[in-house]
């Protein structure tokens, strides 16, 4: 080297070109990291919940781990969904999830029952709260006479105790009456004399306030509801009508009438016919008759009449 000129000196590290490209493949492995921490932070964490509705149970647990997804399992009833079959999922179907998430499944329990409790020999009031309190309604209250139970208590149930039902099935009870006491018969009596008789047979005793002619004595009991032979119970009302007397209705004159004419116009009033004819040569014309035409009978009664005879 000429004396007096000094060495140039060259840069320590790779040239700018190399430095350049160094940093361009810097920066694109940034950009792939930055890119796959964004897509890990917006999905790459994230699943979706697979479709396992109406799914045995045991399979929608197998389908839901191939996902990597944990299972939390519930049952409820259900009126529509097989029993073991799923009817949920939280998250529902189709929805994002932590892939290490944990996905809770509805598993059908089939539709929901309530037992029939027993409540044979309660009283009414006690056996209605006990079948409400299972979940059932009261239906139909029906009544039976009993010698064995106590009246008021209850016979039967249907269903009978111990079936199941879905709830609120209404539940039929038959109480019992007590025992079949017979009624006497009190028409003809006066009503105090007929009220002290029904009510020392267990009876509780109505007077109507409506009376009615009768053939029964005026003031007494024309009529009684139930009747004579009938079965009733202890406490069970019987009705009584008093009768206003016989109802007296005037008699049409028929005589000179043929049969026919005479008995409708005295059926046609409200009496009974009979009707006497001669043993010879009866006519068909009447004679005379029982009670005269103008007169007053008691309705219902039997008019008779006699037909003419003779040549």
Do not use: C
């Not at 053939?215 to 032979?229: F, H, I, T, Y």
């Amino acid at each position: 080297m000429p004396p007096g000129r000094r060495r140039r000196r060259h840069p320590a590290g790779p040239p700018p070109a190399a430095r350049r490209g160094l940093l361009a493949a810097l920066a694109a492995v940034l950009a792939v990291l930055i890119g796959s921490g964004v897509w890990y932070i917006n999905s790459g964490q994230f699943t979706t919940v697979p479709a396992v509705l109406d799914m045995p149970q045991d399979k929608a647990e197998k389908e839901l781990g191939k996902a990597g997804l944990g299972v939390k399992v519930k049952q409820e009833t259900s009126d529509t969904v097989e029993r073991g079959r799923v009817m949920a999922t939280d998250p529902a179907t189709g929805e994002r999830i932590r892939n290490t998430g944990k996905v809770t499944i509805t598993v059908s329990r089939g539709p929901a029952r309530a037992e029939v409790p027993n409540v044979i020999g309660m009283g009414l009031d006690a056996a209605k709260r006990k079948i409400e309190g299972a979940g059932l309604t009261v239906g139909d209250v029906g009544t039976q006479f009993s010698d064995e139970t106590a009246q008021g208590a209850v016979l039967a149930t249907d269903p009978k105790a111990g079936e199941e039902r879905r709830p609120d099935t209404p539940v039929a009870l038959t109480v019992s009456k007590g025992p079949a006491l017979d009624v006497p018969d009190v028409t003809g009596q006066s009503v105090a004399a007929a009220t002290g008789a029904l009510r020392d047979k267990g009876f509780e005793v109505e007077v109507s306030g409506t009376r009615v002619f009768s053939d029964k004595p005026k003031d007494a009991v024309a009529e009684q509801s139930p009747g004579k032979g009938a079965k009733a119970a202890k406490g069970d009302r019987i009705t009584l009508t008093v009768s206003k007397g016989q109802e007296m209705v005037t008699v049409p004159d028929v005589t000179g009438k043929s049969e026919a004419d005479a008995r409708r116009a005295l059926t046609d009033t409200g009496f009974k016919v009979e009707v006497k004819r001669p043993f010879f040569f009866p006519r068909d014309s009447v004679d005379r008759q029982s009670v005269k035409g103008g007169d007053q009978a008691p309705k219902g009664g039997t008019i008779t009449i006699e037909l003419k005879g003779g040549l």
